[in-house]
């Protein structure tokens, strides 16, 4: 089926298919600031009945490329953050440079938001924290590398 004749099928479809329906962004503010708050003007868009599909699949794989970006952010997942593309490379014969004794290291700590609010002093470890589902409350510990642990499986740290 060519695209034109598809494009208001996939309005019923979820939104990163049905934007690609003309008009489908008219009715849904949040999308329409979305895609100025993230710049996908030019990628996040509906097709015009001229279109090749080449441009168009193209332009739908650099969609999807910048939202993965957004998403998976290294540095949300514990990675450190890549390093820019135009950065000077290390010397690839390094002039070896006398060891000094290595200061005595910190205990590894997690990279979450817990972690991070323990570090900034907003919560100490030990503090006991508690979600209350279907009337029923769940307990659990910070511990001191920014994990919690739950009462009710018997102390299992995450």
């Not at 000094?100 to 991070?116: I, N």
């Not at 994990?147 to 009710?152: F, H």
Request: glycine share 6%.
């Amino acid at each position: 089926m060519p695209l034109p004749d598809k494009a208001p099928l996939c309005a019923r479809s979820n939104i990163l298919l049905g934007v690609i329906s003309p008009g489908y962004n008219r009715r849904n503010p949040h999308l329409r600031d979305f895609i100025k708050t993230h710049q996908l003007d030019k990628l996040l868009r509906s097709f015009g009945p001229k279109e090749a599909m080449t441009p168009i699949i193209q332009t739908r794989q650099k969609l999807y490329l910048h939202l993965f970006d957004l998403i998976w952010k290294p540095e949300q997942l514990g990675f450190p953050a890549p390093a820019p593309e135009d950065a000077p490379q290390p010397d690839q014969n390094p002039v070896p440079q006398p060891h000094a004794t290595p200061a005595r290291r910190k205990t590894a700590r997690r990279r979450t938001d817990v972690a991070k609010m323990l570090d900034a002093r907003i919560l100490t470890a030990g503090t006991r924290i508690v979600l209350t589902h279907r009337s029923i409350d769940h307990w659990a510990t910070i511990t001191e590398d920014g994990g919690i642990v739950l009462n009710a499986t018997g102390g299992t740290p995450y």
